[in-house]
């Protein structure tokens, strides 16, 4: 890979959220990198798929509806996914959030900038992090058996850093159904970005490093994007309309 930390953007529109989505191949880091992201920014990480999880785990009313849909082997709406991540953000949504897994396809980015209402999505930010790596990444995962939290590198009989269950490898994880998905999600990432371009701020980062490296690419992206950085009710920046395309590089290291 080059140097490049992060590639094109389109300047920033709104000024007035910290409302961030992550885009990414599975494998490539969301998880990590929204985590670190967030802390910085001072606001929530959401994991979509927590959410789910955390709805069938407490047995609400959305959790109940999103179990019996899993058990029958059918896909879970997305109505019901978005209405999951809601509960799950809280009344924190208005302060803003990094929000990983979630949208996946064009649909999804519709459902949620609406339901973002005034400014929608605020930052968009796409993991590139190329195939061959994500498969051999994945290959090696293992995650929690209960609440599905990823521990990259965890050695056999290892325990979940979050709620101490059993560690233990995807039974999905082989290089060929790894690669099937990979398939499916490039084919949505494709339209789902160009959609973004047409409707907020997107930005590339290069996801091929260490994780530190990334961190530190992802932080120059954002602040390269000032709205990111500045409160819901802050009026420090004008929320017009008009678009700027320029191409923003930065060293690695």
Known sequence: MGTSGFGFVRTARRGTARRIIVLGRQG??????????????????????????????????????????????????????????????????????????????????????????????????????????????????????????????????????????QVAPRADDNPTAIRARLALYDRNETALTSWLSRHTDLISVDGDSTPEAVAGRMWAAVKSHPSALVPVNSHAHATGSRFADVAVGLSAG
């Open 28 to 165: 490539s880091g969301k998880g990590t990198q929204c985590d670190a992201l967030a802390r910085r920014l001072a606001v929530r990480h959401v994991s979509a798929g927590d959410a789910l999880r955390r709805a069938v785990r407490t047995g609400s009313p959305i959790g109940s509806a999103v179990e019996a849909i899993m058990e029958a082997g059918e896909l879970v709406d997305d109505n019901l996914v978005l209405e999951a991540i809601w509960d799950h953000i809280g009344d924190e949504a208005p302060s803003g959030f990094v929000l990983d897994g979630f949208p996946r396809t064009v649909e999804q980015a519709k459902l949620l900038d609406d339901r973002l209402g005034t400014g929608g999505i605020d930052l968009a930010i796409r993991l590139a992090v190329p195939v061959e790596e994500v498969v051999s990444r994945l290959s090696r995962r293992r995650v929690c058996t209960v609440c599905g939290l990823d521990h990259p590198g965890a050695e056999p009989g290892a325990t979940c850093d979050r709620c101490g269950n």
